[in-house]
């Protein structure tokens, strides 16, 4: 698989970056990598934020969703528990577009004080420890990645098959590559990950060489467009073109409302929080994110995980900075 031609990199505003804009100087020292976990976003420097082209809703949904994201983006593993409650809670009333970003083009670069894969190491383990999602830095280390784009191509190549097992598809590229220290540039991880989630590897790899590149090239383009700053970005509109912005992690409160501003009669539905309809509905959990959905704290949350595990119920995926839970 080759990496996108460098004239595709080029033609991105900036580099996105994962560290918060405090000031003018900080932006001279921008890199891709380097999230601030304080305002919960991975930015790129220099790009005005201009919502003004979002389209439509779709699907008959009265809000949509477009949601600027990236497979290796910390912030964006982050922001997974309240995503997970966003669907459960508002998931008759909104219709959510992923949209890939392009977070690493490649390592052309030596700012922010990371010049090289093994510098990010410490920092995804601090952002770990933050949101309090397993994420372990040591595949900077073991096996670096050169670039985000791969993986980022073969989420939209899977989209052409089936947009569902997409998802699960993305889902599990970023177990791989947050917990599992796995290098997801690699065919053989993307063709493993594909072929789990029940998609055509073999169709998947042809559509990486042309329609899947170009539609992350048109995601990149949209990007531009509405002046995407970083990741995680989310634009909310309605059928009247009203919209709503929210960068970056937030409480999910913070989500609640934004869709309720423009649907003002949307209330959450109460969904079924019993561990086996959770775990059926979204196959692998961290602690966090089931704290999330059962709304209980992060300690009842590990409890309860740990004495299924121990009933031989569920399985655990351990790391050095945290877990993942499956039905055994």
């Avoid at 929210?246 to 959450?268: D, H, M, N, W």
Wanted: glycine share 6%; hydrophobic share 40%; net charge neutral.
């Amino acid at each position: 698989m080759k990496i996108i031609p460098i004239l595709l990199i080029l033609t991105l505003p900036g580099f996105f970056t994962c560290q918060a804009q405090n000031n003018k100087q900080m932006s001279e020292n921008k890199n891709p990598l380097l999230c601030d976990p304080e305002t919960g976003v991975c930015e790129i420097p220099g790009n005005a934020n201009n919502s003004s082209t979002l389209a439509s809703t779709s699907a008959g949904k009265p809000v949509k969703i477009i949601y600027f994201t990236d497979p290796i983006c910390s912030s964006c593993w982050g922001i997974e528990p309240q995503l997970h409650k966003l669907k459960l809670e508002y998931g008759e009333v909104i219709g959510i577009e992923y949209r890939m970003g392009g977070l690493l083009p490649d390592w052309s670069y030596n700012s922010g004080g990371i010049s090289k894969p093994s510098d990010v190491a410490h920092h995804w383990d601090e952002v770990s420890l933050h949101y309090d999602m397993p994420i372990d830095g040591d595949v900077w280390l073991e096996d670096p990645l050169p670039s985000s784009f791969p993986p980022s191509i073969a989420f939209k190549s899977a989209q052409l098959q089936d947009n569902q097992k997409a998802l699960r598809f993305l889902r599990r590229i970023r177990e791989m590559v947050f917990l599992e220290k796995k290098n997801i540039t690699k065919w053989e991880h993307i063709a493993d990950a594909a072929t789990a989630v029940g998609l055509d590897a073999q169709q998947l790899q042809k559509d990486m060489e042309d329609k899947g590149k170009k539609a992350f090239e048109a995601d990149l383009a949209l990007a531009r467009q509405m002046g995407v700053r970083g990741f995680p970005s989310m634009f909310f509109t309605d059928s009247t073109g009203k919209q709503e912005f929210v960068y970056g992690v937030k409480p999910y409160k913070v989500y609640e409302t934004a869709i309720q501003k423009l649907a003002a009669s949307a209330k959450p539905f109460a969904y079924n929080k019993d561990w086996q309809h959770l775990f059926n509905h979204f196959n692998t959990l961290t602690k966090k994110e089931f704290a999330e959905l059962m709304n209980i704290s992060a300690a009842e949350s590990n409890t309860l995980l740990q004495k299924l595990t121990s009933e031989g119920l569920l399985v655990e995926t351990s790391t050095k900075n945290g877990s993942l839970w499956r039905v055994k």
